[in-house]
């Protein structure tokens, strides 16, 4: 009976760390990343007070951008979900837009437009 025990265990330790080994190489899968543009166009405003911006995909920054100019920028993201938004950070003006989802797919180029207007700033996909 010690002997089926024994046995029974090493089995159920074999097959816990056989499932696990197959977890690690579909987490590998996920994180493979590719060569995005990202291209963000921020046109003036008259009536808006027209500051610079930085753009932050998953939390971290990419670049900045002048009101009236369209930028790109080329990043590595996965395969999936991610999130772009806008920061001003003036003197006086501290603003920060709400963080947008999209998705990276099959597509090599994303578009987006921010807005400066009295209420301050919006990002949205074009």
Same mark, same amino acid.
């Given at each position: ?15 816990? *760390? ?5 977890? #690690?190489?579909?987490?590998?899968? %996920?994180?493979?990343?590719? *060569? ?10 008259? #009536? @808006? ?9 998953? !939390?971290?920054?990419? !670049?900045?951008?002048? @009101?009236?100019?369209?930028?790109? $920028?080329?990043?590595?993201? %996965?395969? !999936?979900?991610?999130?772009?938004? @806008? ?12 963080? *947008?989802?999209?998705?990276? #797919?099959?597509?090599?180029? $994303? $578009? ?15």
């Amino acid at each position: 009976m010690k002997k089926f025990f024994w046995v029974l265990l090493i089995l159920l330790v074999l097959s816990y *760390i056989g499932k696990n080994t197959n977890k #690690g190489t579909e987490d590998e899968k %996920s994180t493979e990343t590719k *060569i995005v543009t990202i291209q963000v166009e921020y046109p003036k405003n008259k #009536g @808006a007070y027209n500051d610079d911006a930085f753009i932050y995909i998953d !939390g971290d920054k990419v !670049g900045s951008i002048k @009101a009236g100019k369209t930028e790109e $920028y080329t990043v590595n993201l %996965s395969e !999936g979900p991610h999130k772009i938004h @806008a920061k001003r950070d003036t003197l006086i003006r501290k603003y920060s837009t709400k963080k *947008i989802k999209f998705n990276v #797919g099959d597509e090599d180029i $994303y $578009y987006f437009k921010l807005f400066d207007d009295t209420w301050g700033l919006t990002i949205n996909e074009k």
